[in-house]
């Protein structure tokens, strides 16, 4: 469970080695300390090249396993930009990369370039890959991580199609179900592993969540949900909150945990995440650990940064 504050205790002295490629060379320079100040660790990541050429992707999702960290993102210097499939093992220099972009009849990518916050259950990734618009199409799909091999092909191993744009998939493996999130948390969708729609929150549902923008003089504040993991019997939502309207509060990070999401006693219980400076750190990928939460709200390219937290306070009423 997650729910409990005291879940996530602070731990200072906090070593974590890595190595990190020399930023002109593009060789290892050696171990780097991840630096820790007001409660927040900062831990340097790799610079990413693709194809051995400096790349620069926009984030969405992580995940955490083991010593590999995994990594949605879209290929910003690119065109037509292109979803892909990160993956860094601790100690390595380098990125591992796979080209996520669905191809038409005709061989040629398709719009659907936006690779979601996504979740690892049972040795599968399960990523939605969607147009960049609201309201696009998208796909979703899983992914054998052993079938993952560097310099060959992502060949999804099932799929099925959505007629909306979706951000964020969560996998309650022991319910058989996933959850997935649209452009501005407008609707939850919750399917069967195949893929068969069960059920669709939306409307006064979703609004009683506080789930998207609420209307003007609802009390609460509205969450859009950028990435979510379901672990520990819960739904676990990052993303960034609003005022009834839809004005953006600041700091506007918050971690939002559901218990029993699709029952109308469903709890809520939502914590502030701090910025740094100007920097919303919730504002893309989250990933919980079991003693707090790895964010990375960063464009990656030539450096590249994750963000750990352990205590993160209630959120103001």
Known sequence: MISSPATYSSRRNRSLWLWIPGILWGWAIGPIVAQETDGVTVRPLPELRIGGRPA????????????QWWVTARREDVHPRRAVLL????????????????????GKPTPLDHAGGFQESGGRVWIPVAESRAHGKSVV???????????QPAIPDSEFPVEDHIGAIAVAAGQKR????????????????KG????????????????????IGRP???????????????????????APGGTRLRPAGRVVIFDDLLEPTFRRTAREVPMRGALELAREAMTPD???????????????RLFHIDALAPARP
């Not at 860094?88 to 009849?105: A, C, Q, R, Y």
């Not at 069960?198 to 209307?215: F, K, S």
């Open 56 to 67: 620069v992707v926009h984030t969405q999702g992580i995940v955490h396993l083991s010593d």
């Open 87 to 106: 993956r860094w093992k601790e100690g390595d220099p380098t990125w591992n990369s796979w080209d996520l972009t669905p191809i038409d009849t005709e």
């Open 141 to 151: 799909r899983s992914y054998n991580l052993s079938q993952l091999i560097p310099g």
């Open 178 to 193: 996933l959850f997935g999130a649209n452009w501005d948390t407008e609707s939850v969708y919750v399917w069967d592993l």
């Open 196 to 215: 068969h729609l069960e059920r669709t929150i939306t409307g006064a549902e979703r609004m009683d969540r506080q789930l998207g923008v609420l209307p």
């Open 220 to 242: 609460g504040e509205g969450l859009a949900v950028q990435d979510w993991k379901w672990t520990g019997g819960q739904l676990v939502a990052s993303g960034l909150a609003s």
């Open 290 to 304: 079991g003693t707090g939460f790895w964010f990375l709200p960063e464009d990656l390219g030539p450096t590249n």
